[in-house]
């Protein structure tokens, strides 16, 4: 069977640096931070009191107050990154197959607002389970794809990978899947994430996962840095259009790039944990490679996943220089994170984008907040430090891994006839 080919044609994004595509990739190139003190709730007695927020959100742009409210956070996010995406790819009603159009989305959590607001109001009570009949459906991780569908009428495949922090990214790769095998001839796919919450902070906190620098939100995000002490929670969604090439050519669409390969491994060793050696990091970028017919020599840059965790960055640098060799020292690496915080499930989906703009301007977005050399980091390697570098890109692979071992790969690379 002759795989079909696959391409880039429509992106959208809502994040902690930017609303909108043009507003992300400002923010990206000006090492803009996203962190800074919560807004949501009293952090008075938090461990940690600073997040990526989304800001001067409003969701009665995309509908009415009334619908609104029927939704989680998480999925007025994922409304918003896909009504971007959707309108930047042309597509409409008369320009595609509803039948063969899909929504495959990502959410490591999903409706954790609504969860959490509900059981307080419940703990509150007398012990009546009374609860809004909305509750279920403003959780469920799946019922953000199943809006975006409802919305616009796509009556392909639709639902909701969740594999942590790796979801967004396992939802792309399944989209990939599903459009070169020929079962679609487009997919919307990304994710949403909207865990800034009481229960999402204090539990991460729990974990010592969280960074607790709250003198200084701006510069906590420091992937790479010998002073890093966990992650920024962060929030917001990014989607992007897949499309069947020849589709894609047919109506005329604007393309960013092709989908070369993707892949996916488990480390098999902690809950929380990487395996110190990177073994499952090893294994996806190595199956991502083989799954696009490429070598290591081939790869321009590399969005890490580099969440600013003493282990995940060391881990994870330790298996690029196993898979690249000398060539890693020759590869632009970085971690987008250092500015948009972590989104969790939606983490996959921005990074892409990152990626795929990266690759558009030939331009490499920076890991800022970098102050000190971490002397377990291989120091040959080009972590595009505090400023974006100029790099002509043919090839960008993006990593995305999450709490139990998941690991996720996609690359990307310009399109060739």
């Known amino acids: 069977m002759q795989l079909k080919r696959v391409v880039v044609t429509g992106l959208g994004a809502l994040t902690p640096i930017g609303n909108s595509i043009q507003e ?60 971007e995406a959707i309108k930047d790819a042309g597509l409409t009603k008369d320009n595609v197959n509803k039948h063969r159009v899909g929504v495959i989305w990502g959410a490591g959590i999903g409706g954790l607002e609504t969860f959490q607001d509900e059981v307080m109001y419940y703990a509150k009570g007398d012990g009546t389970p009374k609860f809004n009949p909305f509750f279920i459906p403003k959780m469920i991780a799946d019922i953000a794809p199943a809006h975006i ?8 495949p639709n639902y909701t990978t969740v594999s942590a922090c790796a979801s967004s990214a396992n939802a792309l790769i399944d989209a990939f899947n599903y459009i070169r095998l020929g079962m679609c001839d487009v997919i919307i796919s990304g994710g949403s994430e909207a865990a800034v919450t009481i229960a999402g ?127 890693a020292k020759n590869i632009n690496i970085n971690s987008t994170k250092s500015m948009t915080g972590h989104l969790l499930g939606a983490a996959g989906a921005i990074e892409a984008i990152a990626s795929i703009l990266a690759m558009q301007h030939s331009l490499v977005p920076p890991t800022i907040n970098h102050t000190v050399v971490d002397e377990n980091i291989n120091p040959e390697l080009n972590l595009t430090l505090n400023k974006a570098q100029k790099r002509e890109i043919k090839v960008a692979m993006s990593n995305t891994f999450g709490f139990g071992g998941h690991n996720a790969c996609v690359l990307f690379k310009k399109l060739e006839n």
């Open 201 to 327: 902070m204090g539990g991460f906190n729990s974990m010592h996962a969280l960074s607790t620098r709250n003198d200084s939100p701006e510069t906590a995000s420091r992937p790479f840095d010998a002073t890093r002490d966990g992650f920024v929670l962060g929030e917001g969604a990014g989607a992007l259009v897949l499309e069947e090439y020849e589709h894609a050519k047919a109506r005329g669409a604007k393309i960013y790039c092709e989908v070369g390969g993707g892949g996916m491994s488990s480390d098999a060793y902690h809950l929380t944990a990487p395996h110190p050696e990177g073994i499952g990091v090893i294994a996806v970028m190595e199956n991502t490679l083989r799954d696009a017919g490429m070598t290591p020599d081939q790869v321009d840059h590399i969005n890490t996943h580099g969440t600013s965790t003493p282990l995940g960055d060391v881990a994870e640098l330790k298996a690029i220089s196993h898979v690249f060799g000398d060539h």
């Open 149 to 156: 569908s409802m919305r616009n009428g796509y009556m392909g």
């Open 24 to 83: 992300y990739w400002d923010g990206l190139i000006n090492g803009k931070s996203g962190a800074a003190p919560i807004t949501y709730y009293d952090t008075e007695k938090h461990k940690t009191k600073f997040a990526c927020e989304v800001k001067n959100f409003n969701i009665e742009d995309y509908m009415d107050r009334k619908e609104s409210r029927r939704l989680d956070k998480f999925a007025q996010y994922a409304i918003a990154a896909s009504d």
